[in-house]
T-cell receptor
Framework: GEDVEQSLFLSVREGDSSVINCTYT??????LYWYKQEPGAGLQLLTY?????DMKQDQRLTVLLNKKDKHLSLRIADTQTGDSAIYFC???????????FGKGTTLSVSS | DTEVTQTPKHLVMGMTNKKSLKCEQH?????MYWYKQKAKKPPELMFV???????INESVPSRFSPECPNSSLLNLHLHALQPEDSALYLC??????????????FGPGTRLTVL
């Protein structure tokens, strides 16, 4: 069945790079997403990658996709305390249906 | 503009009350979603409206009643809720056309507490 796995916690120091990893199972997913959720807030779309790409860069964010291993990662360069949040990886097997979310990775940034 | 708005931000209600959650988007999206999110968990899909018609109901109890009055608005009517229904209710919208990303954009959510 469909499943998205993420590690639950990541702790880094301010200024370091953060790498959040995700594995997914549905190879038919056309797009894969990263969402950020700060405490008490909704989900903010950070970035997405089309399944025929292997890398996408957007300012401090770099997404790497290994389609063969069904592995997705999000790298945040120069991590700041404002990056502390829960990060959800999600896949979209079919348009107009549920996003399949991972359990979320809590990123804690210390100064 | 990728904004989805939700009102109210917070809602406290008793088990005998009737209340409604509202969601609005002006991005021209034709799919709108309700998700329920418990603390420290990912969102879980409740309903999907596509072109103002209910296309998915994930076996949600009838005490939750969705309504889509037009393509920009989505309501969730609540009646006789239970304390375990306390959660963050998130609305999202997307544009599910062939060849498009169908990216779902989320609102800030309504924090619901049922006493």
């Amino acid at each position: 069945g469909e499943d998205v796995e993420q590690s639950l916690f990541l702790s880094v120091r301010e200024g370091d790079s953060s790498v959040i990893n995700c594995t997914y199972t549905d190879s038919s997913s056309t797009y894969l997403y990263w969402y950020k959720q700060e405490p008490g807030a909704g989900l903010q779309l950070l970035t997405y990658i089309f399944s025929n790409m292997d890398m996408k860069q957007d300012q401090r964010l770099t997404v790497l996709l290994n389609k063969k291993d069904k592995h997705l990662s999000l790298r945040i360069a120069d991590t700041q305390t404002g990056d502390s949040a829960i990060y959800f990886c999600a896949e979209s097997p079919q348009a107009g249906t549920a996003l399949i979310f991972g359990k979320g990775t809590t990123l804690s940034v210390s100064s | 503009d990728t904004e989805v708005t939700q009102t109210p931000k917070h809602l406290v209600m008793g088990m005998t009350n009737k209340k409604s959650l509202k969601c609005e988007q002006h991005m021209g999206h034709r799919a709108m979603y309700w998700y329920k999110q418990k603390a420290k968990k990912p969102p879980e899909l409740m309903f999907v409206y596509s072109y103002e018609k209910l296309s998915i109901n994930e076996s949600v109890p009838s005490r939750f009643s969705p309504e889509c009055p037009n393509s920009s608005l989505l309501n969730l009517h609540l009646h006789a809720l239970q304390p375990e229904d306390s959660a963050l209710y998130l609305c999202a919208s997307s544009s599910p056309r062939l060849g498009s990303t169908d990216t779902q954009y989320f609102g800030p959510g309504t924090r619901l507490t049922v006493l």
